[in-house]
């Protein structure tokens, strides 16, 4: 999705950059992905949510890079899932820095998003996050702002 910006669309932006994550393995269960986490509230009269989060990922073996994503919200009642997003490759013996976009019908109050990650494979195919094959760290970092 693509935005034409007008004169105040763009509203209640809010980012972090997480300098103190560490590498992150996946596994067959969905697990919270480090630096993810951020607390927003939706702009007065805004139509859409956009949460993004820039990361980069590698294969844990230089196989095939196959990666799921969920993000989750929580409102003060547990977490509840909003939507799904993969990745998958070949051969992969470098690595991939992603965005991930997810576009959010408005809500009142705040909530607290964050995404979750696995693989479906075997260990062979785990993807691991937040380095490339160097082991030199990339840190990841989370945008949200309201579209009016």
Same mark, same amino acid.
């Given at each position: 999705?693509? *935005? &034409? /910006? ?5 509203? @209640?932006? /809010? ?14 269960? *969905? ?6 986490? &951020? ?28 990666? *799921? ?27 991939? @820095?992603? /965005? ?13 998003? /964050? ?34």
């Amino acid at each position: 999705m693509t *935005f &034409i /910006k007008k004169s105040n669309s763009i509203q @209640n932006v /809010k980012s972090n950059i997480d300098t103190s994550v560490t590498p992150q393995t996946a596994s067959t269960s *969905f697990v919270d992905i480090n630096g993810s986490s &951020i607390e927003y509230t939706a702009a007065s009269g805004a139509s859409f949510v956009i949460y993004e989060f820039i990361f980069t990922s590698r294969s844990s073996t230089d196989n095939h890079h196959n990666l *799921f994503l969920a993000l989750v919200y929580d409102d003060g009642g547990g977490e509840t899932d909003f939507d799904y997003y993969s990745i998958v490759d070949g051969y992969n013996d470098g690595h991939y @820095n992603n /965005k991930a976009r997810f576009v959010i019908p408005s809500y009142t109050g705040s909530r607290t998003w /964050k995404l979750k990650f696995r693989s479906n494979n075997s260990s062979s195919w785990w993807p691991r996050l937040h380095e490339d094959e160097d082991s030199n760290a990339f840190y990841p970092s989370v945008v949200m702002y309201s579209i009016t």
